[in-house]
């Protein structure tokens, strides 16, 4: 459907979810449902917690200026292709590398947390391999644990529509 339609419709247990451009849905999905159904490999889901300088990443912290209040509960969704091999950031291990041409799909080990991770064929990674990864934060797509909603997404415009997350309990 993402590569031959003009526009989708995302249904769940025959419930529409959502309609839409193919890459609107994708950079834009209305909830964590539409966001793990659309896009492959599939986009990773993280439950997290937002600290006073960004988010609880498995042992680590990724540092993010969000609009939501130490201690909230949220979901972190990341693409493969908004995880990318740095020079500084969160220590990984490759666990599967798929070798696809041009491209690699490598699924790591980050901290506990197993993330998917899309590479060019420039460097070609190996399993066991050990390297460091950043996710930047204007990538992140954040859902609402309970519900599912989406919170934040790159593709929305207007950042400042972000909404509170539940606070921990």
Known sequence: AMTMADRIAVFENGRLLQVGAPLDIY?????RFVAGFVGSPPMTFVDTEVTGTGLKFGAAEIAA????????KVTLGIRPEDVVPAAA????????VEHLGGLQILYLDVGGVPIAMQADADHIFRRGERLTVRIAPDRFYLFDPGSGQTLAAPGRPDPSTMTSASPSS
């Open 27 to 31: 950079r834009n999905p209305v909830n």
């Open 65 to 72: 200026s969000l609009p939501m209040r130490a201690g909230s």
């Open 89 to 96: 950031g969160l220590p990984a291990v490759a666990e599967v």
